[in-house]
T-cell receptor, first 115, second 113 residues
Framework: KAGVTQTPRYLIKTRGQQVTLSCSPI?????VSWYQQTPGQGLQFLFE???????NKGNFPGRFSGRQFSNSRSEMNVSTLELGDSALYLC??????????????FGAGTRLSVL | AQSVAQPEDQVNVAEGNPLTVKCTYS??????LFWYVQYPNRGLQFLLK??????LVKGSYGFEAEFNKSQTSFHLKKPSALVSDSALYFC???????????FGGGTRLMVKP
């Protein structure tokens, strides 16, 4: 079974631009979560989608948004990029069941550099 | 609010020696606890989880973790370290109500030959 696939692996953007990152979950997984990883703040939860609906949201500004499609694939968008948005963005997918018991499986991430 | 602390930024151990990576947590409800490992330029790989039941949980690659409710700890252990175990280790907690993981700051494990 293929794992979580994130594209692209690397991105370089300039301040003020916007960017879209893509995530394809493991086949059969309907929950997709996004995390931001930086040296200073560590791993922080961005949001979670299930059945095309945002179910949880972390403490990030409205410039960060996402969506999920009917095939469970997800995209996240960051508008008006700032230098501080430079990070590794990780996507995770999981089966739905008793939520606390689910295991989240992570993709390799998209490394975004904002110049 | 839930939180996780990994008190050591780095742990050094000689190959063949036992290793322990420490984690303490704080949640208001029942804790679901996880350990993940991250190799350079890679995502997170799941190692093991504690949901309920036995306090000693066995996971991948010979790792195990001990859940201690009174000390709110979930330390990762391995009886005999390998050089290939050198990586960044993250402890995470999820509460009953949500599907969101809260991570500790990570501990870099260095295993020297």
């Amino acid at each position: 079974k293929a794992g979580v696939t994130q594209t692209p692996r690397y991105l370089i953007k300039t301040r003020g631009q916007q960017v879209t990152l893509s995530c394809s979950p493991i086949s059969g997984h309907r929950s997709v979560s996004w995390y931001q990883q930086t040296p200073g703040q560590g791993l922080q939860f961005l949001f979670e989608y299930f059945s095309e609906t945002q179910r949880n949201k972390g403490n990030f500004p409205g410039r960060f948004s996402g969506r999920q499609f009917s095939n469970s694939r997800s995209e996240m968008n960051v508008s008006t990029l700032e230098l501080g948005d430079s990070a590794l963005y990780l996507c995770a997918s999981s089966l739905e069941g008793a939520r606390g018991r689910n295991i989240q499986y992570f993709g390799a991430g998209t490394r975004l550099s904002v110049l | 609010a839930q939180s996780v602390a990994q008190p050591e930024d780095q742990v050094n151990v000689a190959e063949g020696n036992p290793l322990t990576v420490k984690c303490t947590y704080s949640v208001s409800g029942n804790p679901y606890l996880f350990w993940y490992v991250q190799y350079p330029n890679r995502g997170l790989q799941f190692l093991l989880k504690y949901i309920t039941g036995d306090n000693l949980v066995k996971g991948s690659y010979g790792f195990e973790a001990e859940f201690n409710k009174s000390q709110t700890s979930f330390h990762l252990k391995k009886p005999s370290a390998l050089v290939s175990d050198s990586a960044l280790y993250f402890c995470a907690v999820r509460e009953n109500a949500g599907n969101m993981l809260t991570f500790g700051g990570g501990t870099r494990l260095m295993v020297k030959p």
